[in-house]
């Protein structure tokens, strides 16, 4: 139905009502429901009351924007705060948003069930007893920041940088807190991006130098995932809709996934290889494309490196693209369909489909991986390097319908203070075992510091579990209860999780609507910046009401980072001795603490492009604008920026390598977000790359050492991986020859749609969808082993087991049993023996909570048990109706959690991208008399044998840096220290001669 046939038929409504004698009601809104609230009455939007029904009362409601905290895709979210009680009603789809368009999935609406949990943290906490005891008592901010602030001061002043430390698990934000740390001098930014991403943007930045993909889903002929995509995943609401909008217009849709996920239900082609066998498809697809010759010759002649590699590995030859057109055709000519289907498990006939699809792609081929394969598997980067091989081959780069580099699909503004580079390398983050490490070594740091390398004396974690999302949980609690290992720990969190209960202080912090951020993501083609807000603060300032910070409007004391890490630094430095006090201090009232407000508006009135004029047509100051509308969209159709001719006035004094790199000592431009972004290495004259000779012409090119994309990386080659220096299969170590016979591939990393990994055990609406993981089974594995679903099984790995039920599926290979991460929450409950005094009501009208902490909805209470390194959890409840100053608490009607699995799980870092390869060798039997639904046992000493034995598999930077530096400077990095940090601290073995055309000859 069409709007004008809805028009049309409120007329005829209206008529017949008013025929009748009657007064025809044309609804609160007035607008009919097909429609969002339109924007010029988000100041008194009427609504009826649902809890009113069937009297007709009418609510009025300021409708205040902000975004979505509860996964990185940051949709626009609407809070409709009701004009009478200034409290917040709902959530609803934000329309002016450009990457969600009004649409949410289950987890943004659920943000109220986390504004109102009752259970939540309301005040700063600091422990009474010792670390883990669970006796808490209330502290002021001022004590915890004076604390906090003295200590970290120290460090600073004695020169203990490296012992301070923050690990994020949940950032939305783009920037904030690795610039406070940069700002201290502190190379401590540590992020969970190992256990999740790493593996899948090592793969896209030996590419082209940018770490993620951004598919235009809408525009593609054929869309091709290597994950959940549709359900789950980085930006997947946003992408859902585009991948459907493809699909609407004709789209193929292939999805590869040894689970039926429900993204897997909606594919053409959905095929179940077996884990860690992707790259082999996709090099088989490769060969096909190339022997079939319906590749782009001409994109591969512009734009791949191809005359490095020849050089390096042919030098044989004429250094002519004929040459390598030879080598190509027989580049992956092993990688025949046969053998595909050999190592996969997928019918020759079906990958010949899947080619056939690929190939008629064209320029038009989306391809998408994320975690899924690549964060599974060992050399799992390589599923991501050979998937976007097919894209590199197809020409179907920055492309309508093709893949684009994600930085371009994105905006990171300048910030009102920039920082400054440390000038210290932090061995805990960084290891030398891993030069080329995607992200920092997050998940190895109890076994680092049991090893000696290092100790913090300061470390926070914020919005991160790692007790419980990491791999080897007992682990860390072994690390965070021993004080020598970590002098104080600090747990910025808007509700109790696992590693809370092993801090020092816990101090609460706001959710979706209660903060504020900044963020950019790769949704499609376009630029936008979207801005997160308190909404109630928002709520009060529109209504003219003066508001101090966001602990006005917030529950209890429940603050947001940005205010909690500006204080911070003025009190670490309050006279500015230290030189770091300026970098909180407001620019338009020198000498006084930089305000939110301030930092915002610096940045909305300076930094974006567009913003100022469009906000001054509306009458409004940009900081006025983004509060009332909470998005801006900078610039739509970004293109193929590789393309871009470099204008003469960015090519001054310029320098040119013989492969066409162009370097210059002009300035950056302007605009850096509408260029190439990245940090190849200088020229060692001191210019910048501003871009690449392509035929003659100056064009901005890649990121990247070559300025093209690298099929052959010379930074692998040099730095000691020159086998996978092309795109490569490397077999998985759960392949099945690796399994042996009596094993399982235990698939350990898919999500539950409707979760977030720690903040929504209390969003009540999701847990009543979804709350228990059982293990899948295939019907002929079950068959074999007597399980039948519903029954208990012991799922044993390398360091323990966990017991959990069977659920018998065809909707699993045989030979593989999978189970969601997203479940298994516990809190140690009445073990800890004393209640938390959380103190009074909080402004929202919650009640005191007087009991143990934890969320009450979905954690099992459970006994924690060890003797030496041999560690037991046993469950003593499932969670039950309790009352509270929520009613729907006392209507809980499940008692499952599902089961905590990645406690008995053994570290498996990828020697090069440091990737946790998730997936585990398994044996599955049916559960014998003594084990109990819940029961976990793990031994930790084994886990560190486990952690040696593949921290031997590395080739460090002490043995095979080319130039004597940790890490090749041009990849991205947090944080970025100064480069005298960047070199090995003494002179290791004798470095290895450069490769010929790499990087090593560009070093400074
Ligand atoms: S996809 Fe869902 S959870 Fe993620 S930001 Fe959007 S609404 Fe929130």
Same mark, same amino acid.
């Given at each position: 139905m069409t709007l004008d046939d809805l028009a049309r038929r409120v007329s005829a409504a209206r008529a017949a009502t008013e025929a009748r004698g009657e007064t025809f009601y044309p609804g609160a809104s007035r607008v009919h429901l097909a429609s969002f609230p339109p924007k010029e009455r988000w100041d008194d939007w009427v609504e009826l009351d649902s809890r009113a029904w069937p009297r007709r009362v009418e609510r009025r409601y300021l409708l205040v924007p902000t975004t979505c905290?509860?996964?990185?895709?940051?949709c626009g979210l609407l809070a409709y705060v009701d004009r009478e009680s200034l409290q917040i009603r709902k959530f609803e789809g934000n329309?002016? *948003?450009?990457?969600?368009r009004g649409r949410n999935c289950a987890k943004g609406p659920a943000t109220l069930n986390q504004v109102t949990d009752p259970d939540r943290i309301l005040y700063p906490l600091k422990r009474a007893g010792r670390r883990g005891e669970g006796r808490w008592e209330r502290v002021g901010w001022d004590e915890a920041l004076d604390d906090l602030a003295g200590r970290i001061r120290k460090a600073i002043v004695e020169r203990r940088q490296g012992e301070i430390m923050y690990h994020v698990g949940?950032?939305?934000?783009?920037g904030f807190t690795e610039r406070v740390l940069a700002n201290w001098g502190v190379d401590g930014h540590n992020t969970h991006t190992n256990i999740c991403s790493a593996a899948a943007r090592a793969g896209y930045e030996l590419w082209c130098g940018i770490d993620r993909p951004s598919p235009d889903h809408a525009n593609a002929k054929v869309i091709l995932l290597v994950s959940a995509h549709l359900e789950s995943g980085h930006y997947f609401n946003p992408h859902a809709q585009r991948i459907m909008e493809g699909k609407q217009q004709g789209a193929k849709l292939i999805v590869l996934d040894s689970r039926l996920s429900n993204t897997a239900t909606h594919a053409d082609v959905w095929a179940a290889p077996i884990p860690g066998s992707e790259a082999a498809i996709f090099l088989a697809i490769a060969n096909h494309l190339v022997r079939h010759r319906l590749h782009d010759r001409e994109f591969v002649r512009r734009w791949w490196n191809w005359q490095q590699y020849l050089e390096a590995e042919h030098p044989e030859l004429p250094p002519t693209f004929a040459s390598f057109e030879s080598v190509l055709a027989s580049?992956?000519?092993?990688?025949t369909f046969d053998f595909a289907a050999a190592e996969s498990g997928v019918a020759a006939a079906v990958l010949e489909e899947i080619a056939a699809a690929v190939g008629g792609a064209g320029t038009r081929l989306a391809t998408h991986t994320w975690r899924s394969a690549a964060s599974g598997n060992l050399g799992g980067w390589q599923v991501a390097r050979t998937l976007f091989l097919l894209n590199a081959l197809l020409g179907a780069v920055a492309t309508p319908g093709g893949t684009y580099p994600n930085a371009w699909n994105k905006f990171v503004p300048r910030p009102i203070h920039l920082p400054r580079h440390p000038e210290h390398w932090n061995e805990l983050t960084w290891p030398q075992e891993y030069p080329l490490a995607t992200y920092e070594l997050s998940f190895l740091l109890p076994h680092l510091l049991k090893d000696g390398r290092g100790k913090l004396d300061v470390y926070f974690t914020r919005v991160y579990n790692p007790v419980w999302t990491n791999p080897d949980g007992f682990s860390w609690i072994e690390a965070l209860t021993d004080e020598r290992l970590v002098g104080l720990h600090a747990a910025l969190t808007p509700t109790w999780n696992e590693t809370a209960y092993f801090a020092d202080y816990v101090l609460p912090m706001g959710h979706g609507a209660e903060r504020h951020d900044i963020h950019s993501y790769e949704t499609h083609d376009a630029q936008w910046l979207g801005f997160r807000q308190p909404v109630l603060r928002a709520a009060r300032e529109r209504l003219g009401e003066p508001v101090r910070d966001s602990r006005d409007t917030n529950p209890g004391e429940v603050w947001e980072e940005n205010d909690f890490w500006l204080e911070l630094t003025w009190r670490i430095d309050p006279d500015g001795s230290l030189g770091i006090r300026k970098f909180a201090e407001s620019v338009a009232r020198p000498g006084e603490r930089l305000s939110v407000d301030e930092y915002y508006r610096y940045i909305f009135e *300076?930094?974006?492009?567009?913003l100022p004029e469009r906000a001054a047509a509306e009458g409004l100051e940009p900081l006025a604008f983004m509060r009332r509308y909470g998005a801006f969209e900078i610039a739509r159709e970004i293109g193929p920026l590789h393309e871009r001719e470099v204008p003469p006035?960015?090519?001054?004094?310029v320098a040119e390598d013989r492969h066409g790199r162009v370097y210059t000592r002009a300035p950056k431009p302007a605009s850096p977000n509408l260029v190439p972004v990245g940090l190849p290495d200088p020229d060692g004259e001191g210019r910048r790359a501003a871009g690449v000779r392509v035929d003659g012409k100056v064009l901005a090119g890649f990121p990247t050492p070559s300025g093209r994309l690298e099929l052959w990386s010379a930074t692998l080659a040099s730095w000691g991986w020159r086998e996978l220096a092309l795109p490569a299969y490397v077999r998985s170590h759960v392949h099945p020859q690796s399994l042996g016979p009596d094993r399982f591939c235990l698939i350990s990393t898919f999500r539950l749609p409707v979760h977030i990994h720690t903040r929504s055990a209390n969003a009540k609406w999701l847990d009543e969808i979804a709350h228990s993981n059982p293990l899948w089974i295939h019907p002929a594995d079950a068959a074999r082993l007597g399980i039948e679903t519903g029954d208990l099984v012991r799922i044993e790995t390398d360091i323990g087991h966990f017991v959990d039920k069977a659920w018998v599926t065809e909707g699993i290979r045989p030979g593989v049993v999978a189970c969601s991460h997203h479940m298994g929450r516990w809190k140690l409950g009445d073990q800890a023996g004393q209640p938390v005094r959380a103190g009074q009501a909080g402004q929202s009208g919650q009640t005191d909570q007087i009991g143990q902490p934890g969320q009450r909805q979905l954690m099992a209470t459970v006994a924690l048990g060890h003797s030496g390194s041999r560690w037991t959890m046993r469950r003593r409840a499932g969670v039950a109706p309790y009352a509270s100053s929520d009613p729907d608490s006392a209507r809980i009607w499940w008692t499952d959690v599902g089961v905590h699995q990645n406690l008995t799980f053994p570290v498996h870092p990828d020697p090069v991208s440091g990737m946790h390869c998730w997936h585990q060798a398994v044996r599955v039997r049916k559960a014998g008399p003594d084990d109990r639904y819940g029961e976990i046992a793990a031994d930790t000493a084994r886990a560190h044998e486990i952690y040696r034995e593949w921290l031997a598999t590395t080739r460090p930077a002490s043995r095979h840096s080319p130039d004597g530096t940790r890490r090749p400077h041009w990849l991205i990095r947090p944080l970025r220290p100064s480069r005298e940090a960047y070199r090995l601290p003494r002179s290791g073995p004798a470095a290895p001669a450069p490769v010929a055309g790499g990087q090593a000859d560009r070093q400074e």
């Amino acid at each position: 139905m069409t709007l004008d046939d809805l028009a049309r038929r409120v007329s005829a409504a209206r008529a017949a009502t008013e025929a009748r004698g009657e007064t025809f009601y044309p609804g609160a809104s007035r607008v009919h429901l097909a429609s969002f609230p339109p924007k010029e009455r988000w100041d008194d939007w009427v609504e009826l009351d649902s809890r009113a029904w069937p009297r007709r009362v009418e609510r009025r409601y300021l409708l205040v924007p902000t975004t979505c905290f509860n996964c990185e895709s940051a949709c626009g979210l609407l809070a409709y705060v009701d004009r009478e009680s200034l409290q917040i009603r709902k959530f609803e789809g934000n329309p002016e *948003h450009p990457g969600s368009r009004g649409r949410n999935c289950a987890k943004g609406p659920a943000t109220l069930n986390q504004v109102t949990d009752p259970d939540r943290i309301l005040y700063p906490l600091k422990r009474a007893g010792r670390r883990g005891e669970g006796r808490w008592e209330r502290v002021g901010w001022d004590e915890a920041l004076d604390d906090l602030a003295g200590r970290i001061r120290k460090a600073i002043v004695e020169r203990r940088q490296g012992e301070i430390m923050y690990h994020v698990g949940r950032p939305g934000e783009d920037g904030f807190t690795e610039r406070v740390l940069a700002n201290w001098g502190v190379d401590g930014h540590n992020t969970h991006t190992n256990i999740c991403s790493a593996a899948a943007r090592a793969g896209y930045e030996l590419w082209c130098g940018i770490d993620r993909p951004s598919p235009d889903h809408a525009n593609a002929k054929v869309i091709l995932l290597v994950s959940a995509h549709l359900e789950s995943g980085h930006y997947f609401n946003p992408h859902a809709q585009r991948i459907m909008e493809g699909k609407q217009q004709g789209a193929k849709l292939i999805v590869l996934d040894s689970r039926l996920s429900n993204t897997a239900t909606h594919a053409d082609v959905w095929a179940a290889p077996i884990p860690g066998s992707e790259a082999a498809i996709f090099l088989a697809i490769a060969n096909h494309l190339v022997r079939h010759r319906l590749h782009d010759r001409e994109f591969v002649r512009r734009w791949w490196n191809w005359q490095q590699y020849l050089e390096a590995e042919h030098p044989e030859l004429p250094p002519t693209f004929a040459s390598f057109e030879s080598v190509l055709a027989s580049l992956w000519e092993s990688y025949t369909f046969d053998f595909a289907a050999a190592e996969s498990g997928v019918a020759a006939a079906v990958l010949e489909e899947i080619a056939a699809a690929v190939g008629g792609a064209g320029t038009r081929l989306a391809t998408h991986t994320w975690r899924s394969a690549a964060s599974g598997n060992l050399g799992g980067w390589q599923v991501a390097r050979t998937l976007f091989l097919l894209n590199a081959l197809l020409g179907a780069v920055a492309t309508p319908g093709g893949t684009y580099p994600n930085a371009w699909n994105k905006f990171v503004p300048r910030p009102i203070h920039l920082p400054r580079h440390p000038e210290h390398w932090n061995e805990l983050t960084w290891p030398q075992e891993y030069p080329l490490a995607t992200y920092e070594l997050s998940f190895l740091l109890p076994h680092l510091l049991k090893d000696g390398r290092g100790k913090l004396d300061v470390y926070f974690t914020r919005v991160y579990n790692p007790v419980w999302t990491n791999p080897d949980g007992f682990s860390w609690i072994e690390a965070l209860t021993d004080e020598r290992l970590v002098g104080l720990h600090a747990a910025l969190t808007p509700t109790w999780n696992e590693t809370a209960y092993f801090a020092d202080y816990v101090l609460p912090m706001g959710h979706g609507a209660e903060r504020h951020d900044i963020h950019s993501y790769e949704t499609h083609d376009a630029q936008w910046l979207g801005f997160r807000q308190p909404v109630l603060r928002a709520a009060r300032e529109r209504l003219g009401e003066p508001v101090r910070d966001s602990r006005d409007t917030n529950p209890g004391e429940v603050w947001e980072e940005n205010d909690f890490w500006l204080e911070l630094t003025w009190r670490i430095d309050p006279d500015g001795s230290l030189g770091i006090r300026k970098f909180a201090e407001s620019v338009a009232r020198p000498g006084e603490r930089l305000s939110v407000d301030e930092y915002y508006r610096y940045i909305f009135e *300076h930094s974006v492009p567009g913003l100022p004029e469009r906000a001054a047509a509306e009458g409004l100051e940009p900081l006025a604008f983004m509060r009332r509308y909470g998005a801006f969209e900078i610039a739509r159709e970004i293109g193929p920026l590789h393309e871009r001719e470099v204008p003469p006035a960015e090519l001054e004094d310029v320098a040119e390598d013989r492969h066409g790199r162009v370097y210059t000592r002009a300035p950056k431009p302007a605009s850096p977000n509408l260029v190439p972004v990245g940090l190849p290495d200088p020229d060692g004259e001191g210019r910048r790359a501003a871009g690449v000779r392509v035929d003659g012409k100056v064009l901005a090119g890649f990121p990247t050492p070559s300025g093209r994309l690298e099929l052959w990386s010379a930074t692998l080659a040099s730095w000691g991986w020159r086998e996978l220096a092309l795109p490569a299969y490397v077999r998985s170590h759960v392949h099945p020859q690796s399994l042996g016979p009596d094993r399982f591939c235990l698939i350990s990393t898919f999500r539950l749609p409707v979760h977030i990994h720690t903040r929504s055990a209390n969003a009540k609406w999701l847990d009543e969808i979804a709350h228990s993981n059982p293990l899948w089974i295939h019907p002929a594995d079950a068959a074999r082993l007597g399980i039948e679903t519903g029954d208990l099984v012991r799922i044993e790995t390398d360091i323990g087991h966990f017991v959990d039920k069977a659920w018998v599926t065809e909707g699993i290979r045989p030979g593989v049993v999978a189970c969601s991460h997203h479940m298994g929450r516990w809190k140690l409950g009445d073990q800890a023996g004393q209640p938390v005094r959380a103190g009074q009501a909080g402004q929202s009208g919650q009640t005191d909570q007087i009991g143990q902490p934890g969320q009450r909805q979905l954690m099992a209470t459970v006994a924690l048990g060890h003797s030496g390194s041999r560690w037991t959890m046993r469950r003593r409840a499932g969670v039950a109706p309790y009352a509270s100053s929520d009613p729907d608490s006392a209507r809980i009607w499940w008692t499952d959690v599902g089961v905590h699995q990645n406690l008995t799980f053994p570290v498996h870092p990828d020697p090069v991208s440091g990737m946790h390869c998730w997936h585990q060798a398994v044996r599955v039997r049916k559960a014998g008399p003594d084990d109990r639904y819940g029961e976990i046992a793990a031994d930790t000493a084994r886990a560190h044998e486990i952690y040696r034995e593949w921290l031997a598999t590395t080739r460090p930077a002490s043995r095979h840096s080319p130039d004597g530096t940790r890490r090749p400077h041009w990849l991205i990095r947090p944080l970025r220290p100064s480069r005298e940090a960047y070199r090995l601290p003494r002179s290791g073995p004798a470095a290895p001669a450069p490769v010929a055309g790499g990087q090593a000859d560009r070093q400074e």
